[in-house]
């Protein structure tokens, strides 16, 4: 699978963002889909996932309540709506894949990141 991230930019504290992930290849209902963020000197961490269906969903803590990720599976996109952003949220997002068990994924695909700058 091929994974095309896409949505960031510029956007004041207390904005909205809405990234979008983008799929192509192999069947994408297969795959659960994860948002992971790096900001400038910080490891990569992960953000969000969704199972294959859309069922389930999991959030890091500093994103919960403020990130809602969904998917469109007829459209093999996966979105992530990003609200009351913070500039602590500002980091490079990817979006990763992986086909085996929601309980434990390993995150196999990336995509290229898109950027995501908060100002204060």
């Known amino acids: 699978v091929q994974l095309q991230a896409s949505g960031g930019g510029l956007v004041q504290a207390g904005g909205s963002l809405r990234l979008s992930c983008a799929a192509s290849?192999?069947?994408?209902?297969?795959?659960?889909i994860a948002w992971f963020r790096q900001a400038p000197g910080k490891e990569r961490e992960f953000v969000a996932a969704?199972?294959?269906?859309?069922?389930?969903?999991y959030y890091a803590n500093s994103v919960k309540g403020r990130f809602a990720i969904s998917r469109d599976n007829a459209k093999n996109t996966v979105l992530l709506q990003m609200n009351s952003l913070k500039s602590e949220d500002t980091a490079v997002y990817y979006c990763?894949?992986?086909?085996?068990?929601?309980?434990?994924?390993?995150?196999?695909?990336w995509g290229q990141g898109t950027q995501v700058t908060v100002s204060s």
């Open positions: 990763a894949a992986d086909e085996g068990p929601w309980q434990t994924p390993v995150w196999h695909y």
């Open positions: 290849g192999r069947s994408f209902i297969s795959y659960a």
């Open positions: 969704i199972s294959q269906l859309g069922g389930s969903t």
